[in-house]
C-alpha cells in the first residue's frame, strides 16, 4: 500500500496545502519517511489525516466559483467503529462547504472496504449541499455494495457511468463536467 500514492498530475492546478481555504494548508509532508498507516501497512506519506485511524484522504482540487472538490481516499471506511463520516463531515466537509463549496466528487478505488453504523451523517451532508450534489466514482462493487444495502445509495451518487470513469486522462474541469452531466441526466 505504501506505493499508492495520491493523483499527483493536477498538482499544477491545485495543492491543498497552499491553498489557504483548506483544512491541510500549510501540512508539511515528510518525503524521506512512511509516518502513516493503516492498520500495519504503510501509507505514502502524501495522504492526508483527518482523524480515522483507517481512512485517510487528498483533495485533489477545489474549484470555489464553480463549487466544488475532488478528493480522493485510501483505506477502509469504517463507520461502526471509528465513525469516519462523522469525522470527515466535521473535519474537512464543514470547513470546505463554509467556502461555498456544494459538489464533491469522491474517488473511491482504493476503498477497500466499507462498514456501516447509520445513515445520519450522510442524510446531514445530503441536506448542507442543497443545490449540489455528491457523487462516487469508480468504488469497488462489494463497496457499494454495503453503501446501497444500508440506504446511503439515497445521499450519494453511484452507479451506471460513475462506477468506471478513466478519469485520470481529464483536467479537473473535464471531470468535474462529465460528472456533473451524470448527475443532472438522473435529475431530470
Not at 34 to 37: H, I
Given at each position: 500500500m505504501h506505493q499508492i500514492e495520491p493523483y499527483y498530475r493536477w498538482r499544477d492546478d491545485y495543492i491543498a496545502s497552499e491553498d489557504a481555504l483548506s483544512p491541510f494548508f500549510d501540512t508539511q509532508y515528510n518525503e524521506f519517511t512512511?509516518?502513516?498507516?493503516i492498520y500495519n501497512y504503510l501509507i505514502h506519506p502524501q495522504w492526508d489525516y483527518f482523524g480515522s485511524q483507517t481512512l485517510y484522504l487528498k483533495i485533489l482540487f477545489v474549484?470555489?466559483?464553480s463549487q466544488y472538490a475532488i478528493i480522493e481516499f485510501i483505506g477502509e471506511w469504517n463507520d461502526a467503529i471509528n465513525n469516519d463520516i462523522m469525522l470527515l463531515?466535521?473535519?474537512?466537509?464543514?470547513t470546505i462547504m463554509a467556502q461555498g463549496i456544494n459538489k464533491f466528487i469522491l474517488l473511491g478505488e482504493n476503498v477497500l472496504n466499507f462498514h456501516t453504523s447509520d445513515d445520519c451523517y450522510y442524510e446531514e451532508w445530503f441536506q448542507d449541499v442543497e443545490n449540489g450534489w455528491i457523487a462516487a466514482i469508480n468504488f469497488r462493487p462489494?463497496?457499494?455494495d454495503e453503501f446501497k444495502s444500508n440506504n446511503i445509495d439515497y445521499y450519494i451518487n453511484f452507479g451506471g457511468i460513475l462506477n468506471d470513469l478513466n478519469w485520470?486522462?481529464?483536467k479537473p474541469a473535464q471531470f468535474f463536467l462529465l460528472v456533473e452531466n451524470q448527475i443532472l441526466k438522473r435529475l431530470n
Open positions: 512512511f509516518d502513516k498507516q474549484d470555489y466559483e463531515k466535521r473535519e474537512i466537509l464543514e462489494h463497496v457499494i485520470r486522462q481529464l
